[in-house]
């Protein structure tokens, strides 16, 4: 089932006609719409003359997240005021947030690219679609509300938080389809099934805002009864609706006919071939608000563009890796938090719960791997908890390069998390920094 089939499906060098086209377009208006690009593409000697392959967007210079902040709150809209329909901002904790604008004709692109991805999916205008995302000025709920209005779902917006009603409603409502960070459908999991709840009309699991390893999916499916999908987004570009995996799950169709995509080496920002690895960088063709050519999105993928088996041209992302920025930098060696999910994977007796605390002892910095036991009792038996505390380690030491201390620790006892997970309390330096 598609949404717009004719897109979804377009042969891709009409596909890649209308990028050229729609490059053109954009990076002419934002010349003439936005002071800072003005600047950047007069100083770069750019226009949209310039731009005669999709290749020449490499003349063009990266935006990034700290040219969006230093234009606070609205310098780089694109249309006065009076034409911007809505705002939301980025979920960062610290400073000032990354705030983005929409016109009413991006809103309605908006919400046509969340039905692309939710009816990939498998959602239906049959379904009804409990929203479990924090409303407000976070991208998550209003995105998906919209997308699954528009094409035709009966939507519950529960917003995040007070899980037991949401059980609660989920049981009345008979709600079909859960929207929610992985996080928090995992503790939502846990809980129906301490309550023994089994009478749940769970179908699909649309889960974005952040990433979710293996482990965390099936377990997830099992509790929940669901099949469960990734979609992915950013605030800059639009918010959820940049891609999404179809039933296939074998990478998530990006909507190339408004965001176009590229991979580039994060140290040297030099373009990467095809196929390789690195940091996912996105030009948005048809915003009219808040236009952004060439964003650093600091996430890391790789793209395949052979056609999907649900018949979807539309290039594929691979499962985001991680953040260049989530990098931690322990004892000199780069550790990135999903090299230590997929060290745990797989391992019995350990739940899907983690956190790393990293600290710094007597100038040396020491990472300390916390895991939670699913089984209380193996708490009491001394040797087979250290066994497995070894077993963990040499597996860290085998992936990361480093000795990490492990701790099992009780199970229920690590938090539990509404919105986005955050796993990593770095205890160096003055300013305790935790991050996701
Ligand atoms: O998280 C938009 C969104 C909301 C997407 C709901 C999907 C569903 P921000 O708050 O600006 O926007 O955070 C964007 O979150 O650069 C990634 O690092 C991370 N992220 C978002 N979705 C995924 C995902 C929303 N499916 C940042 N897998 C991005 C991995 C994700 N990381």
Redesign the pocket.
């Given at each position: 089932m598609y949404w717009q089939k004719d897109i979804e499906t377009m042969k891709r060098s009409d596909l890649e006609r209308l990028q050229l086209e729609r490059l053109r377009y954009i990076v002419d208006y934002c010349y003439n719409n936005v002071p800072f690009y003005h600047e950047r593409l007069k100083k770069a000697g750019v226009t949209a003359d310039k731009i005669k392959t999709l290749k020449d967007i490499e003349y063009i210079p990266y935006t990034t997240k700290d040219d969006i902040r230093e234009n606070y709150p609205f310098n780089m809209f694109a249309v006065p005021m009076r034409k911007v329909a809505r705002v939301h901002?980025?979920?960062?904790t610290t400073g000032k947030p990354?705030v983005v604008g929409y016109t009413k004709n991006d809103l309605d692109m908006w919400a046509d690219t969340v039905a692309r991805i939710c009816v990939a999916a498998g959602a239906t205008e049959d379904d009804i679609a409990q929203i479990s995302?924090g409303y407000g000025l976070?991208?998550?709920?209003l995105?998906?509300h919209y997308g699954l209005e528009k094409l035709g779902a009966c939507v519950v917006p529960v917003s995040s938080g007070n899980t037991q009603k949401q059980i609660m409603l989920m049981r009345d409502f008979g709600t079909t389809l859960l929207?929610s960070?992985?996080s928090y459908a995992l503790y939502l999991g846990e809980v129906i099934k301490e309550m023994g709840i089994d009478d749940l009309k769970l179908r699909v699991g649309?889960?974005?805002?952040?990433?979710?390893s293996k482990d965390i999916r099936e377990q997830i499916e099992k509790t929940l009864g669901l099949f469960a999908t990734?979609?992915?987004?950013?605030?800059?570009?639009i918010?959820?609706?940049?891609?999404?995996e179809c039933q296939q799950r074998c990478g998530?169709h990006i909507n190339e006919d408004h965001f176009l995509p590229e991979i580039i080496d994060s140290e040297t920002g030099q373009v990467k071939e095809r196929g390789e690895c690195g940091e996912?960088v996105v030009t948005t063709l048809t915003k009219e608000a808040f236009p952004v050519l060439r964003y650093r999105?600091?996430?890391i993928t790789k793209l395949d563009y052979d056609t999907c088996k649900c018949g979807r041209t539309l290039v594929r992302m691979a499962?985001?890796m991680g953040?260049s920025d989530?990098m931690l930098i322990i004892k000199g060696v780069n550790v990135f938090p999903s090299q230590i999910e997929s060290a745990l994977e797989g391992v019995s007796h350990i739940g899907p719960h983690y956190q790393l605390v990293v600290r710094r002892v007597n100038a040396r910095d020491t990472l300390e791997v916390k895991v939670e036991l699913v089984d209380g009792e193996l708490l009491e038996k001394f040797s087979e908890l250290e066994q497995l505390a070894n077993m963990i380690r040499n597996r860290l030491h085998s992936i990361l390069g480093l000795d990490a201390k492990v701790t099992l620790v009780e199970p229920k006892s690590l938090e539990r998390f509404e919105g986005?997970a955050k796993r990593v309390l770095d205890l160096r330096g003055e300013n305790p920094k935790s991050e996701?």
């Open positions: 901002a980025s979920s960062g990354t995302f976070f991208t998550g709920a995105g998906l929207i960070t992985p649309l889960f974005g805002g952040e990433g979710c990734d979609n992915y987004g950013m605030s800059e570009i918010g959820p609706g940049v891609s999404g998530l996912l999105t600091r996430d499962k985001v953040r989530d986005k996701c």
